[in-house]
């Protein structure tokens, strides 16, 4: 069974920092990892979608690599700044299956 | 272009009744998920639907319904609510169900149950 873990569960980091939030996943057969942003009561933002044949896609200040091999991913966040803060969730598909596994997030709190 | 649509935004139930959310994806999207939010969680997957039929199916309890529409929009339906089915209910479409495509989320439901 596929499990999704998110360390650390909680960040907070001054204004303009680099910062990277680490995902890791047991079952190294999956069809792709997505990066998502949820602020408070709200619905999910797609950041970056990495397909599992690829090493790392880059959006602006964000770069997300993935290594399947060993079941990680980290999401790097460039000059960080407080509209950033948000919860970030990982989640990888599955074999030939569509839904999503989802970590539990890492809310990140960026301070001015 | 709008995005994925969900309504209603907040609702409160009491125990036992049924509740019905809806969604509509976002445009040239034929594919509807949906799933659960406890509060500190990340979301469960509930069930898919592709061409007006479930597809695939989380560890949910057959209280948990829905339905696809010719226009690609989809229902939930809760029967029966307990306390635990408290939680932010999303939707998200795609193109296709294989995974392969980048789903897109709308902004939820927050059903309460009391």
């Known amino acids: 069974k596929q499990e999704v873990t998110q360390i650390p569960a909680a960040l907070s980091v001054p204004e303009g920092e680099n910062l990277v939030l680490n995902c890791s996943f047991t079952?190294?057969?999956?069809?792709?990892l997505q990066w998502f942003r949820q602020d408070p009561g709200k619905g999910l933002t797609s950041l970056l979608l990495?397909?599992?044949?690829?090493r790392e896609q880059t959006s602006g200040r964000l770069n997300a690599s993935l290594d399947k091999s060993s079941g990680r991913s980290t999401l790097y966040i460039a000059a960080s700044q407080p509209g950033d803060s948000a919860t970030y969730l990982c989640a990888v598909t599955g074999g030939s299956q569509g839904n999503l596994i989802f970590g539990k997030g890492t809310k990140l709190s960026v301070k001015p | 272009d709008a995005g994925v649509t969900q309504s209603p935004t907040h609702l409160i139930k009491t125990r036992g009744q049924q509740v019905t959310l809806r969604c509509s994806p976002k445009s040239g999207h034929d594919t509807v998920s949906w799933y659960q939010q406890a509060l500190g969680q990340g979301p469960q997957f509930i069930f898919q639907y592709y061409e007006e039929e479930e597809r695939q199916r989380g560890n949910f309890p057959d209280r948990f319904s829905g339905h696809q529409f010719p226009n690609y929009s989809s229902e939930l339906n809760v029967n029966a609510l307990l306390l635990g089915d408290s939680a932010l209910y999303l939707c998200?479409?795609?193109?296709?169900?294989?995974?392969?495509?980048?789903?897109?989320f709308g902004s939820g439901t927050q059903l309460s149950v009391l």
């Open positions: 990495i397909q599992s044949s690829q």
């Open positions: 998200a479409s795609s193109r296709g169900p294989g995974g392969v495509e980048k789903l897109f």
């Open positions: 079952d190294s057969a999956i069809y792709n």
